[in-house]
């Protein structure tokens, strides 16, 4: 007889659960489009391009091109893999066109701080503000952008869309004055709008302390707390997505209480696309909630388990 191996009780639990997930949609798989159903985001998390398992990557990008009933994909920055150099960008460009979905695009720290080439350890070095100002200007002519921070109207909801495009200083996902001054205006001008922020770095404090940079002033959103007192002052925003910690689905950081920023904004991690397994969130915005659902790219099939339904302002 063969030998008889006897699983983990999670493991089952996770694949029947994606069997459910898998079945209970056809052609989708995340819930077919009913009366109700309005529109559909699907969230890239730091590609860095072209960067390792590179085959993995492109699967992923032919699965959520297969998709029927996405109204935006939105890629979370560190977009390049490195320093955002002229053939990390022209490959980027190549990468994503196979995807007739609307792309829209947010500066990480990859993609504009550094100099191209590293220093004599292997090490990045922070590029000086002329550098950092071409690298942006080249982000935004190689995604055919007017600006690096604007916004957008999607059915019932505002979608704000925040680059990391600081020229002094040493942290890695900080917005400039003028960034920050220009979200103030539109948060002010939108106060009855459920408004949905996306990001390069997530928000402080919505993490548990698994890593040294969890949490850590170079790895959250900064001005933090600029940002902790516009969003105190804006209780229309609901829901943050983000990437830069290349948080797995597998961590208990993924979809926990904790990822909710001062009891009122709840903070979307993505994993990295530079690994074996990875995981898209989809987010379905419906009037007054937004469903986030989790498809598992390794197992190929959606994550009932780490379905969470966020409250939005009707």
Same mark, same amino acid.
């Given at each position: 007889?063969?030998?008889?191996?006897?699983?983990?009780?999670?493991?089952?639990?996770?694949?029947?659960?994606?069997?459910i997930?898998?079945?209970?949609?056809?052609?989708?798989?995340?819930?077919?489009?009913g009366?109700?159903?309005?529109?559909?985001?699907?969230?890239?998390?730091?590609?860095? &391009?072209p960067?390792?398992?590179?085959?993995?990557?492109?699967?992923?990008?032919?699965?959520?091109?297969?998709?029927?009933?996405?109204?935006?994909?939105?890629?979370?920055?560190?977009?390049?893999?490195?320093?955002?150099?002229?053939?990390?960008?022209?490959?980027?460009?190549?990468?994503?066109?196979?995807? &007739?979905?609307?792309?829209?695009?947010?500066?990480?720290?990859?993609?504009?701080?550094?100099?191209?080439?590293?220093?004599?350890?292997?090490?990045?070095?922070?590029?000086?503000?002329?550098?950092?100002?071409?690298k942006?200007?080249?982000?935004?002519?190689?995604?055919?952008?007017?600006?690096?921070?604007?916004?957008?109207?999607?059915?019932?909801?505002l979608?704000?869309?925040?680059?990391?495009?600081?020229?002094?200083?040493?942290? &890695?996902?900080?917005?400039?004055?003028?960034?920050?001054?220009?979200?103030?205006?539109?948060?002010?001008?939108?106060?009855?709008?459920?408004?949905?922020?996306?990001?390069?770095?997530?928000?402080?404090?919505?993490?548990?302390?698994?890593?040294?940079?969890?949490?850590?002033?170079?790895?959250?959103?900064?001005?933090?707390?600029s940002?902790?007192?516009?969003?105190?002052?804006?209780?229309?925003?609901?829901?943050?997505?983000?990437?830069?910690?290349?948080?797995?689905?597998?961590?208990?950081?993924?979809?926990?209480?904790?990822?909710?920023?001062?009891?009122?904004v709840?903070?979307?991690?993505?994993?990295?696309?530079?690994?074996?397994?990875?995981?898209?969130?989809?987010?379905?915005?419906?009037?007054?909630?937004?469903?986030?659902?989790?498809?598992?790219?390794?197992?190929?099939g959606?994550?009932?388990?780490?379905?969470?339904?966020?409250?939005?302002?009707?």
């Amino acid at each position: 007889m063969g030998r008889i191996v006897l699983l983990p009780i999670r493991v089952w639990l996770i694949a029947l659960l994606v069997l459910i997930g898998t079945l209970s949609a056809p052609g989708f798989g995340v819930g077919a489009p009913g009366p109700e159903r309005s529109y559909r985001i699907a969230l890239i998390g730091d590609p860095h &391009l072209p960067g390792t398992y590179l085959a993995s990557k492109e699967a992923l990008i032919r699965t959520v091109g297969g998709w029927e009933g996405i109204d935006r994909v939105i890629v979370l920055g560190d977009i390049c893999d490195r320093a955002g150099t002229a053939a990390e960008y022209a490959f980027a460009k190549a990468f994503f066109a196979p995807l &007739l979905q609307p792309l829209r695009f947010v500066v990480g720290n990859h993609d504009y701080f550094y100099e191209d080439e590293p220093n004599f350890r292997g090490r990045l070095v922070e590029a000086p503000p002329e550098v950092r100002r071409m690298k942006l200007a080249r982000f935004a002519e190689t995604f055919g952008l007017k600006r690096l921070y604007f916004e957008e109207r999607l059915g019932d909801y505002l979608l704000v869309y925040l680059s990391a495009d600081e020229l002094h200083g040493s942290l &890695l996902a900080q917005f400039s004055k003028e960034q920050m001054d220009w979200f103030e205006n539109v948060l002010a001008r939108n106060r009855t709008v459920p408004t949905l922020v996306f990001a390069h770095a997530p928000l402080a404090g919505t993490l548990h302390a698994y890593h040294e940079h969890a949490n850590a002033p170079s790895f959250v959103a900064q001005p933090a707390e600029s940002l902790r007192e516009l969003i105190l002052a804006n209780p229309q925003i609901v829901l943050w997505a983000a990437g830069h910690m290349h948080v797995p689905a597998t961590n208990e950081s993924y979809a926990a209480p904790v990822n909710q920023y001062e009891g009122r904004v709840m903070t979307i991690h993505n994993s990295n696309l530079g690994r074996k397994r990875s995981w898209t969130n989809v987010l379905d915005l419906y009037p007054g909630r937004v469903v986030v659902r989790t498809y598992d790219h390794g197992l190929k099939g959606w994550r009932p388990d780490l379905e969470r339904t966020i409250p939005a302002p009707p």
